[in-house]
Nanobody, 124 residues
Framework: QVQLVESGGGLVQAGGSLTLSCAAS????????LGWFRQAPGKEREFVGT????????YYADSVKGRVTISRDNAKNMVYLRMNSLKPEDTAVYYC?????????????????WGQGTQVTVSS
């Protein structure tokens, strides 16, 4: 059974930093591209960024570009989202997702597995 479990969310002040983690199990981790998404109350799920199977390629949404970094550790089946210079508008539930393949995958369509999410709240 495939599981993706996010952790690391919490309350942070604007301008602060946070690193989210996602632990994967039940899949051949290095065969999957990974994405981070977020959903704020009353809004649709939004693409944040993605990383390819090896970690050699990443792509980020314009709204977070320059402020976030996605990395992965295939030996530990982990993917990370480092967020800096956080803004109140970054407040959302953050999800990691996995999609089989060697590419980078923008947008939520086609992702095979999703985590349950972790709440990030940025206070002004």
């Amino acid at each position: 059974q495939v599981q993706l479990v996010e952790s690391g969310g919490g309350l942070v002040q604007a301008g602060g930093s946070l690193t989210l983690s996602c632990a994967a199990s039940g899949l051949t981790f290095s065969s999957y591209g990974l994405g981070w998404f977020r959903q704020a109350p009353g809004k649709e799920r939004e693409f944040v960024g993605t990383i390819n199977w090896s970690g050699s390629n990443q792509y980020y949404a314009d709204s977070v570009k320059g402020r976030v970094t996605i990395s992965r550790d295939n030996a530990k089946n982990m993917v990370y989202l480092r967020m800096n210079s956080l803004k109140p508008e970054d407040t959302a539930v953050y999800y990691c997702a996995a999609k089989a393949g060697t590419g980078i995958y923008v947008g939520p369509v086609g992702y095979n597995y999703w985590g349950q999410g972790t709440q990030v709240t940025v206070s002004s």
